[in-house]
């Protein structure tokens, strides 16, 4: 189809022109949240194919709903504590005085998704939720570039067989289009081959992003066993624990329906970075966004769909890959087991 894929400059979301990401985190309490504001308003919309997503405000994402664009998304750990998070970012917006007109009055919209973090070797016995100062300093962090890995709304993230992570990624498409990705990766499925070492993303990698480990050559067949995370799971009588909630971005002019349709088809990303995706406890959803107003022809949504997918793909395995060990930890980062099979 000629898509050509090359990462932008940064890679990551924000080689999206008019986005910019924040991130805050509590290393003691192993949590974070993570926004994307634009500087000016953008067209979303949103895809969930998880089981159990936990959200706010996504209904007005819909393609039949009144609000056409929204001012900024959080991704937060925190299960449904994490929602308080996009509070603290509709406030810090509405100092700003960002938001939709009613009347004399603006207010932020701001959906949100959240992640499963509860149970992952941090202190969690606030007294106060906390995730509504983190929504208001993560927004107070939004810069061009940010961290991967241990940071934001991936502190808490855990995959099948090592900790989970914050992860983005971009590609320029040779229409000129840029599509980003920003990702936090809490699966129960697992982001490598039964080896560890190889990443199902890997044949979407792009100039060893992740590594540069390429496919595992001893894989054939993939059998799912019980993962190093179910069993720390069980040993708290837990099982609600996974979830991978995702953005992916552009600057192609895309009406809603358009940014659903973009969602929809970045979720073929999930699938090929976790295996297995989209279970009934998983709450894996997808929120597409376009920083123009407009449509695309077919031929051209094609191509971004391609990219999204792929893109998609790379973050998932960039925020496992950069995840950094800390005091607590239940489960190792890739690259510690890595120089442990050494």
């Given at each position: 189809?000629?898509?050509?894929?090359?990462?932008?400059?940064?890679?990551?979301?924000?080689?999206?022109?008019?986005?910019?990401?924040?991130?805050?985190?509590d290393y003691f309490i192993k949590t974070g949240s993570t926004v994307l504001v634009g500087n000016a308003p953008f067209t979303a919309s949103v895809h969930v194919m998880g089981g159990a997503p936990g959200t706010k405000e996504t209904d007005l994402l819909?393609?039949?709903?009144t609000v056409d664009q929204i001012d900024a998304l959080v991704l937060s750990g925190g299960s449904a504590f994490g929602l308080d998070a996009c509070?603290?970012?509709?406030?810090?917006?509405?100092?700003?005085?960002?938001?939709?007109?009613?009347?004399?009055?603006?207010?932020?919209?701001?959906?949100?998704?959240i992640i499963f973090d509860l149970i992952n070797g941090g202190k969690k016995d606030w007294v106060e939720n906390p995730y509504r100062e983190l929504g208001r300093k993560a927004l107070e962090n939004v810069s061009l570039d940010f961290e991967l890995g241990t940071a934001g709304a991936g502190v808490g993230a855990l995959a099948a067989m090592q900790k989970g992570g914050?992860?983005?990624a971009s590609v320029i498409l040779e229409n000129g289009y840029t599509i980003g990705a920003l990702v936090v990766a809490n699966p129960i499925g697992s982001v490598t081959s039964s080896s560890g070492k190889h990443f199902w993303a890997a044949p979407f990698e792009l100039f060893?992003?992740?590594?540069?480990?390429?496919?595992?050559?001893?894989?054939?067949?993939?059998?799912?066993?019980?993962?190093?995370?179910?069993?720390?799971?069980?040993?708290?009588n837990v099982e609600?624990?996974?979830?991978?909630?995702?953005?992916?971005?552009?600057?192609?002019?895309l009406?809603?329906?358009q940014c659903h349709r973009l969602a929809v088809t970045?979720?073929?990303?999930?699938?090929?970075?976790?295996?297995?995706?989209h279970m009934p406890l998983d709450g894996d959803l997808i929120f597409g966004i376009s920083t123009t107003r407009g449509v695309v022809d077919h031929n051209v949504f094609r191509d971004l769909s391609i990219a999204a997918a792929s893109c998609l793909s790379r973050a998932i395995a960039r925020g496992v890959y950069e995840a950094t060990p800390q005091n607590g930890d239940i489960l190792p980062t890739y690259k510690s087991s890595q120089i442990k099979t050494m």
């Open positions: 189809m000629g898509v050509v894929f090359k990462p932008g400059l940064r890679n990551l979301i924000t080689d999206v022109a008019g986005l910019r990401v924040g991130s805050a985190q819909a393609p039949d709903k509070s603290g970012v509709m406030d810090g917006l509405r100092k700003m005085g960002r938001g939709f007109p009613v009347g004399p009055m603006r207010v932020p919209v701001v959906p949100g998704a914050l992860g983005s060893d992003e992740f590594g540069g480990m390429g496919t595992d050559p001893e894989t054939t067949n993939f059998s799912f066993k019980q993962s190093p995370k179910e069993m720390a799971m069980m040993i708290s609600m624990s996974n979830t991978t909630i995702a953005i992916v971005a552009t600057d192609a002019p009406s809603k329906t970045a979720h073929d990303g999930i699938a090929r970075a976790i295996v297995p995706s």
